[in-house]
């Protein structure tokens, strides 16, 4: 990633500099958050259009409500996740949605971002936990050039998909591990650590046979 010639502060400690043809303004001046639409169970006609909850996809519908791509915001429940669909989507009443009818930033790019602002940390609820939009609105917005968040999306995209990559096949030699773990537990138990100990059937299909003797 280039760095830019130039920064100033951008007034928030947790933020600092920012580069100098940046501003940072409330996030209500870059993007809306719309209101998902009520969708009960019985009502999901089983098509291909992904219906979003709070927590991600909860259903197919035959009817979306958005453009595609589109943000979808937990409300209620899992309030503040951020959930990023390709396709045009139906989110439901508890969750927000953002699409290019509700922001002039790249999409991919706003997930980003929205990502690091900790939506999830503020309720309006003790009970029922629920992400405020008045709130969120308040919350610090990056404005920037269209070229600079897709230049960042890039960059982004290549760079975790590197990490999910390779947390994938960590994932797969840990689950080797495990087999093999599995493995020689089981040898052990059962047939002892003794390689020239004689045999014997138990009459257990599921053991089948075991060492006879220690020596």
């Known amino acids: 990633m280039r760095k830019y010639p130039n920064y100033k502060q951008s007034g928030l400690d947790w ?10 303004k409330k996030l209500k001046r870059i993007t809306r958050f719309a209101y998902g639409d009520s969708l009960s169970d019985e009502n999901r006609n089983g098509g291909e259009v992904p219906v979003y909850g ?17 943000i979808i915001v937990g ?3 899992s309030y503040g996740r951020i959930n990023y669909s390709e396709k045009a989507c139906f989110p439901i009443d508890t969750s927000y949605f ?4 509700q922001t002039k930033c790249d999409l ?8 690091i602002l900790r939506l999830d940390e503020n ?12 709130w969120a609105y308040r919350m610090p917005g990056l404005i920037l050039s269209l070229s600079d968040q897709q230049s960042i999306v890039r960059f982004l995209d290549y ?20 087999e093999q773990k599995a493995g020689i537990i089981n040898k052990a138990v059962i047939k002892g650590i003794n390689p020239d100990a004689k045999m014997k059937q138990v009459g257990l299909s599921g053991l089948g046979r075991y060492q006879r003797g220690g020596k």
């Open 15 to 24: 933020l600092g500099e920012i580069p100098s043809g940046w501003d940072c």
């Open 108 to 115: 991919r790019w706003l997930t980003y971002f929205l990502s």
């Open 98 to 101: 953002i699409d290019s009818t």
């Open 54 to 70: 709070s927590n991600g996809i909860v259903g197919f519908h035959d009817k979306a409500i958005t453009k595609a791509p589109c």
């Open 123 to 134: 309720t309006l609820d003790d009970t029922v936990p629920g992400l405020s939009r008045e």
């Open 75 to 77: 409300r209620k429940g």
């Open 159 to 178: 760079k975790t998909g590197q990490i999910d990559s390779f947390i994938a096949n960590r994932q797969k030699q840990i689950e080797l591990l495990k």
